[in-house]
């Protein structure tokens, strides 16, 4: 049953124009981590490239695109917790299975203190057969209801959430390019290239998430303030 605001009372009028200003001092705080990600992943590449030890395998870039995913799948996951309808379920856990194969695509355990415990996993290609089952599942769910499931995935794709995601790739296949020797015969600057583009290619897909998970909390945000019964 909804109601008119009329009928508020003046605390019940204070108490929501309170939630609303803390909700947006909290996504002004994110927003502002983000800023200030974006600042200090530019001035990273700037200082570091050209000395190659921190292009190596699980050194500070690599270290850095590990990060970066494992907090896009993150923010994918709990944007998935918190979908609307089964329709957007499936499409958010399309996506958080994106990062997460793109994290274990990144991930090497080699020379690193979880060698001892993971190595049989990543030996036996354990993570990418989990992987594969978990989007068979996915696959197999969003084929029962495809056209509203591909028409909703075109929508997503072209939002701000979705444009961060397709810069991402762009990235990453432009890094691809650049490990084998597209823009430079030099190993060494081919390698410096290719993972400094792959960074910029992981901070668009958190970023991706980010919005994703912003634009969600920002419309549940509206919907109560305009739903004095909390109806969604």
């Known amino acids: 049953m909804r109601y008119s605001f009329a009928s508020l009372s003046l605390p019940d009028i204070r108490s929501r124009?309170?939630?609303?200003?803390?909700?947006?001092s909290r996504f002004h705080a994110g927003d502002s981590l983000v800023a200030l990600l974006?600042?200090?992943?530019?001035?990273?590449?700037?200082?570091?490239?050209?000395?190659?030890?921190?292009?190596?395998?699980?050194?500070?870039?690599?270290?850095?695109q590990n990060i970066l995913l494992l907090m896009g799948c993150v923010a994918f996951f709990i944007a998935t917790s918190r979908a609307a309808s089964?329709?957007?379920?499936?499409i958010m856990w399309g996506?958080?299975?994106f990062c997460t194969s793109l994290f274990f695509r990144e991930l090497e355990v080699r020379g690193t203190m979880?060698?001892?415990?993971?190595?049989?996993?990543?030996?036996?290609?354990?993570?990418?057969?989990?992987?594969?089952?978990?989007w068979s599942i996915l696959l197999l769910v969003a084929f029962a209801d495809f056209k509203e499931t591909w028409d909703r995935a075109l929508q997503w794709?072209?939002?701000?959430?979705?444009v961060w995601l397709l810069v991402?790739?762009?990235?990453?296949?432009?890094g691809d390019m650049a490990e084998k020797n597209f823009f430079?015969?030099?190993?060494?600057?081919?390698?410096?290239?290719e993972e400094s583009l792959e960074l910029l290619a992981t901070l668009n897909i958190f970023c991706a998430g980010y919005v994703t998970l912003r634009r969600q909390e920002t419309l549940t945000t509206s919907l109560q303030t305009l739903s004095p019964d909390g109806e969604r």
């Not at 200090?40 to 850095?64: D, P």
């Not at 979880?114 to 978990?134: P, T």
């Not at 430079?184 to 290239?193: G, P, Q, V």
């Open 168 to 174: 991402g790739v762009g990235f990453y296949i432009t």
């Open 38 to 64: 974006f600042v200090s992943i530019g001035l990273l590449l700037y200082v570091c490239f050209g000395n190659a030890r921190f292009y190596q395998e699980n050194a500070l870039f690599e270290f850095g």
């Open 184 to 193: 430079t015969r030099e190993e060494t600057m081919a390698k410096m290239i």
């Open 114 to 134: 979880l060698e001892a415990y993971l190595e049989v996993f990543f030996q036996h290609r354990i993570h990418y057969l989990l992987l594969l089952v978990f």
């Open 86 to 90: 089964k329709i957007c379920h499936s």
């Open 157 to 162: 794709g072209f939002s701000r959430s979705g």
């Open 95 to 97: 996506l958080t299975l």
């Open 17 to 24: 124009l309170a939630i609303k200003r803390l909700d947006l």
